[in-house]
């Protein structure tokens, strides 16, 4: 299994973006998709994940309201739709694939393949 992360960029405050992680292999559809996060001088976080079928999604807190995951079996890609971005999310942005089909699960030990990563900025 493959992760490719893309759509990351500079935006002002206020801003939209989304991010877009691709996925070869076979057994995407059978697995809960997330998205992780690592701001400068901080631990990676857990920021949103969806089911296998994508009917559950849970949100960190911090980015509830603001950011809409979603996924796409026959295309094999999970998207992160980022809305009010605010300067404290900027980060380097991760999707991860789940061990799990139903998601809910915010340890990035509870995922076993990883993107390498998509830079996103927030100025003020």
């Known amino acids: 299994v493959q992760l490719q992360a893309s759509g990351g960029g500079l935006v002002q405050a206020g801003g939209s973006l989304r991010l877009s992680c691709a996925a070869t292999?076979?057994?995407?559809?059978?697995?809960?998709m997330g998205w992780f996060r690592q701001g400068p001088g901080k631990e990676r976080e857990f920021v949103a994940d969806?089911?296998?079928?994508?009917?559950?999604?849970h949100y960190a807190d911090s980015v509830k309201g603001r950011f809409t995951i979603s996924r796409d079996n026959a295309k094999n890609t999970v998207d992160l739709q980022m809305n009010s971005l605010k300067p404290e999310d900027t980060a380097i942005y991760y999707c991860?694939?789940?061990?799990?089909?139903?998601?809910?699960?915010?340890?990035?030990?509870?995922?076993?393949?990883w993107g390498q990563g998509t830079q996103v900025t927030v100025s003020s």
């Open positions: 991860a694939r789940s061990r799990t089909r139903y998601g809910g699960r915010y340890y990035s030990g509870d995922y076993d393949y």
């Open positions: 969806i089911s296998w079928g994508g009917g559950n999604t």
């Open positions: 292999g076979s057994t995407f559809s059978s697995y809960a």
